[in-house]
């Protein structure tokens, strides 16, 4: 039965939707009436009026297409669902060399190598200096005597540092890889006024940075991920184009995501006193996952059939492209008691914000928790009294649930 509340055209990943809202109200009907569901993409700027994806939106389903990449391939691009003039399909090719884009048993053997980067001890090593870093941005923002940006002063800046610190670029470099990832992921929002062009230099340049770090690693290796990734090059595990593209990759996924859920994180703070107040008296441990699940910073990946299959009633056909909302199964009543409550103390809390518990599963999830916590309480501590002065300015986005501008106050 086609779900009555969706009018008809209503496409998730259409980027002026995300630049005003989540659609939590469409997700919502979709898991109760259909969930799973065609959504034709019709007339859309490149001209790709066959184009369509299977809208996943229960938890369970999402999870299920997570952990079948027999089934369900990422090789087919993982981080959009919406061809446009900027994203072609033979701008495709060069992205399969990216972890997110590859299937086992490709993926298998990357991803094991970079995650030596990521083991706890490596996480672990980073935190009195993150610890640091959040207590001057927090500090710093304290100086405003009236509105500032909240996403400029204090929530660009952990995630920016901690994937340089983790990578090894030197401080004198990190506005640069910081400026390549910004224009490498918002190629849709107008103020930006990203071209293709402009996107395909950013990654080109990000991409030779990494190779002639590697190289100086070559001569003189140190403690960070790419004398790591270096060293497997060197074993032979490890091409140069994965490596170069594996850095593009964290440059991206470290900054964007994490700086969101921060920002979307103070927001939620900011229209619900009773958790800051709470946050502020108890810090609870378990706030960071709950702030990822309410803001969900990537509300969809995409993967593509690789045969006829059966999910939620509906037959998916063979290269049939299949939309997981993740913003939609983290509010799923079926697993999440009273789901549209912001609650830090939330537990257990089964979000798929990282993803749905798949080999693709968020490489980067300890650092972000631990970045999340370090800010929230170097925030506490130092902006206790922080007001929201306007409503934050979304970004126009097809898939990332992103902020450009959240002004607030230090003082009452
Ligand atoms: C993958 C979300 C932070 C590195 C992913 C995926 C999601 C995600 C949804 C895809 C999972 C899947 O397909 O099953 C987030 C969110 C973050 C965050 C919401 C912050 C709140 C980070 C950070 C890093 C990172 C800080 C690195 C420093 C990665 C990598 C992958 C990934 C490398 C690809 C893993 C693979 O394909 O095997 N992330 N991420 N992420 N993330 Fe994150």
């Excluded at 230099?201 to 003189?220: G, T, V």
């Excluded at 595990?237 to 991206?252: A, I, Q, T």
Aim: hydrophobic letters at 40%; glycine letters at 6%.
């Amino acid at each position: 039965m086609p779900c009555p509340a969706l009018p008809d055209g209503f496409d998730f990943t259409d980027p002026d939707l995300l630049h005003h809202r989540v659609p939590h109200p469409e997700f919502a009907e979709l898991r109760r009436a259909e969930p799973v569901r065609w959504i034709p993409q019709t007339g859309n700027a490149a001209g790709f009026q066959d184009e369509g994806y299977w809208a996943v939106t229960r938890h369970a389903d999402v999870k299920y297409v997570s952990t079948h990449p027999e089934i369900f391939s990422s090789y087919l691009n993982t981080a959009i669902i919406r061809f446009n003039e900027h994203i072609q399909r033979d701008s495709i090719d060069a992205q399969r060399l990216i972890l997110l884009n590859m299937d086992p048993p490709e993926h298998t053997r990357v991803r094991q190598i970079v995650q030596r980067g990521f083991t706890p001890r490596a996480v672990r090593a980073l935190e009195g200096r993150l610890r640091e870093r959040a207590r001057a941005i927090a500090e710093g923002a304290r100086a405003h005597d009236g509105p500032f940006d909240f996403v400029t002063q204090v929530a660009c800046e952990l995630p920016l540092q901690a994937i340089a610190e983790l990578i090894g670029v030197p401080q004198d470099d990190r506005a640069k890889i910081f400026d390549w990832s910004n224009k490498m992921i918002a190629y849709d929002d107008p103020e930006y006024a990203i071209t293709a062009e402009v996107g395909a230099i950013s990654a080109a340049e990000l991409i030779s940075y990494a190779m002639n770090m590697a190289a100086e690693r070559k001569r003189c290796p140190a403690h960070d991920i790419v004398s790591t990734l270096v060293a497997a090059e060197n074993e032979g595990n490890l091409n140069s184009d994965e490596f170069g593209f594996f850095v593009l990759m964290l440059s991206v996924a470290g900054n964007e995501t994490t700086r969101n859920a921060i920002t979307h994180g103070m927001h939620a703070f900011l229209t619900h006193p009773e958790q800051w107040e709470l946050y502020k008296a108890e810090r609870p441990a378990t706030a960071a996952e709950e702030i990822v699940r309410w803001a969900t910073p990537v509300v969809a990946f995409q993967r593509t059939a690789t045969q006829d299959t059966e999910l939620g009633g509906k037959l998916i056909r063979k290269g049939d492209r299949v939309g997981l909302f993740y913003a939609s199964a983290n509010h799923d009543p079926e697993v999440f008691d009273r789901p549209d409550l912001f609650d830090v103390t939330r537990d257990p809390n089964p979000h798929l914000g990282f993803g749905g518990g798949g080999p693709h599963f968020c490489l980067g999830k300890s650092l972000a928790v631990l970045e999340i916590d370090l800010i929230f309480n170097a925030v506490a501590d130092a902006l206790p009294g922080l007001t929201l002065v306007e409503d934050p300015r979304r970004l126009r986005s097809a898939w990332i649930n992103g902020v450009k501008e959240l002004r607030v106050s230090a003082r009452p």
